[in-house]
Nanobody, 121 residues
Framework: QVQLVESGGGLVQAGGSLRLSCAASGRTFSGYAMGWFRQAPGKEREFVGYMYWNGGSTYYADSVKGRFTISRDNAKNTVYLQMTTLKPEDTAVYYC??????????????WGRGTQVTVAS
């Protein structure tokens, strides 16, 4: 079955960096959009960004543009979210997703279980 497994979350000081990984398995993701959402306590799930497995442009929420970068390693079937200049408001559970792309959560068919990112001020 399809699995998206996130790793790399943790506690970091404001201004620091983290790289999240998403190991994808169970099907061919060619043509799929691979992306990230996040959800902070008491808040709605929020779009972070996505890219297509076959390459091309990446798309980001305004709140993370210029600080976060999505990339992939085809050989490892893994997608990454490099996060820099982290802020306390980036604290959330981060979810890896696969689907049709865009900013709406219902466009994504597959979701990982999430990894916690906590940014201390």
């Amino acid at each position: 079955q399809v699995q998206l497994v996130e790793s790399g979350g943790g506690l970091v000081q404001a201004g620091g960096s983290l790289r999240l990984s998403c190991a994808a398995s169970g099907r061919t993701f060619s043509g799929y959009a691979m992306g990230w959402f996040r959800q902070a306590p008491g808040k709605e799930r929020e779009f972070v960004g996505y890219m297509y497995w076959n390459g091309g442009s990446t798309y980001y929420a305004d709140s993370v543009k210029g600080r976060f970068t999505i990339s992939r390693d085809n050989a490892k079937n893994t997608v990454y979210l490099q996060m820099t200049t982290l802020k306390p408001e980036d604290t959330a559970v981060y979810y890896c997703v696969a689907g049709h792309g865009g900013k709406r959560s219902n466009a994504y068919d597959y979701w990982g279980r999430g990894t916690q990112v906590t940014v201390a001020s």
